[in-house]
């Protein structure tokens, strides 16, 4: 059997705990704010390291993003990945999810021979789970979403295991295949140090493409060539405002049982 050619999509996302918006502006802030590995994506690097130790592969990892998504390139590389490509560009920005899912579809598909991609269910950023759907629908290629399990590569299809909400669904799709996944499929490992060194170092140098290496126009790229507009962001306001009563519990109690009273809210036996 050849080698499977597979392809993860990773995204570097902002460590989400810490993310706030700006009232004024409606955007994100992010200085300060640490970068992580999309956890999902995580998963997916884990999924594809382990079919390459079962069967063979060529694992490339794409992201698309500013220079510093380069780290998680980097880290899905110290994980096993052999090939990391980061799609970046001035032009890129502003994407909607069609316009990044044809910019990742398209360098997939620069990706000679490629049997697999896969993808993180949902980013924990932009949430919308859009993504590698939308890749498959580029591609042409079969897809199955919510991959809890890969059992195995039949000929030249694979078998997986989908969640569902109340049970589970096994699947067999033909490759080329696009799998989304889940958490639960495996446990990450963590990169090892000296594959890491090596991705430092340039010894498995990561290539930057931009949307002309991609063969895209200006204006199908980014923000023009998004199919939506975000008009407006913010974050819902408090619809009731609260009151916090000071003093000790006995106080407090006391405040309280008033309050309740006087507006008629206990039963006359208390
Ligand atoms: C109208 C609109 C305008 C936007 N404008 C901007 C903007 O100006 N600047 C900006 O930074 N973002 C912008 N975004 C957000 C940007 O489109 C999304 O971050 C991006 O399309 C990914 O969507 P998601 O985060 O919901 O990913 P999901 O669909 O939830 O991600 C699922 C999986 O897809 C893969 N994936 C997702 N994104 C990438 C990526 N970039 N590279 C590699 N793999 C990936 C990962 O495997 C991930 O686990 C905009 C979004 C919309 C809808």
């Given at each position: 059997m050849k080698p499977l050619q597979i392809v993860v999509l990773v995204k570097q996302v902002p460590d989400t705990t810490e993310v706030k918006l700006d009232p004024k502006t409606g955007n994100l802030i992010r200085e300060g704010i640490k970068s992580i590995v999309n956890p999902d994506d995580r998963n997916a690097i884990e999924a594809a390291v382990t079919l390459k130790e079962r069967y063979g592969a060529k694992i490339t990892v794409i992201s698309m993003g500013p220079p510093q998504a380069i780290d998680a390139i980097s880290e899905a590389m110290g994980m096993g990945a052999d090939r990391g490509i980061l799609l970046s560009?001035?032009?890129?920005?502003?994407?909607?999810t069609w316009a990044t899912s044809s910019a990742l579809g398209r360098a997939v598909q620069k990706v000679?021979?490629?049997?697999l991609v896969f993808a993180g269910r949902?980013?924990?950023?932009?949430?919308?789970?859009?993504i590698g759907p939308q890749v498959a629908e580029f591609l042409g290629v079969p897809q199955a979403t919510y991959?809890?399990?890969?059992?195995e590569i039949k000929g030249d299809a694979i078998v997986v295991k989908r969640r569902l909400e109340d049970g589970f669904e096994k699947l067999e799709l033909r490759l080329p295949a696009l799998l989304t996944v889940v958490g639960e499929i495996n446990d990450p490992r963590y990169p090892s140090v000296g594959r890491l060194i090596d991705a430092c170092r340039e010894k498995a140098p990561i290539e930057i493409w931009n949307s002309a290496d991609l063969g895209f126009k200006a204006s199908e790229v980014g923000l023009e060539g998004s199919l939506t507009h975000v008009v407006n962001t913010f974050s819902p306001k408090a619809k009731r405002q609260g009151e916090i009563i000071p003093g000790g519990a006995k106080e407090v109690a006391q405040a309280l049982l008033s309050r309740l009273s006087d507006k008629k809210l206990l039963r006359d036996t208390l």
């Open positions: 560009d001035r032009a890129f920005a502003g994407a909607d000679e021979g490629f049997d949902q980013a924990i950023d932009g949430d919308t789970a859009q991959v809890c399990a890969v059992e």
